[in-house]
């Protein structure tokens, strides 16, 4: 059992950044893929990013690509999300999830989600 808690969400200007962090509880983070997802109002979850067990590999959307940066922290049971020159349709609920498969951007591919951090880029 894993359990997530992000944090870090906020309100932005467009241009500006944000870092989104995400700790897991269990002593078994280091076993999973992790990634993160976002969800505007009346749209999908869609796919941001994703990172190995070992943080060795990333994945990333194309929407994001060279703006955002995944990482983790294994011994301390975090995974980043740092998020440079923001757009305002970067708006959305950002949620980490953790997945036995490594790089999916499939939500049903993550057993794990946390409840999600609210970001808000103004233009």
Request: aromatic residues 12%.
């Amino acid at each position: 059992q894993v359990q997530l808690v992000e944090s870090g969400g906020g309100l932005v200007q467009a241009g500006g950044s944000l870092r989104l962090s995400c700790a897991a509880s269990g002593r078994t983070f280091r076993s999973y893929a992790m990634g993160w997802f976002r969800q505007a109002p009346g749209k999908e979850r869609e796919f941001v990013a994703a990172i190995s067990w070992s943080g060795g590999s990333t994945y990333y959307a194309d929407s994001v690509k060279g703006r955002f940066t995944i990482s983790r922290d294994n011994a301390k049971n975090t995974v980043y999300l740092q998020m440079n020159s923001l757009k305002p349709e970067d708006t959305a609920v950002y949620y980490c999830a953790a997945s036995v498969v490594a790089g999916s951007g499939v939500p049903d591919d993550y057993n794990y989600w946390g409840q999600g951090t609210q970001v808000t880029v103004s233009s």
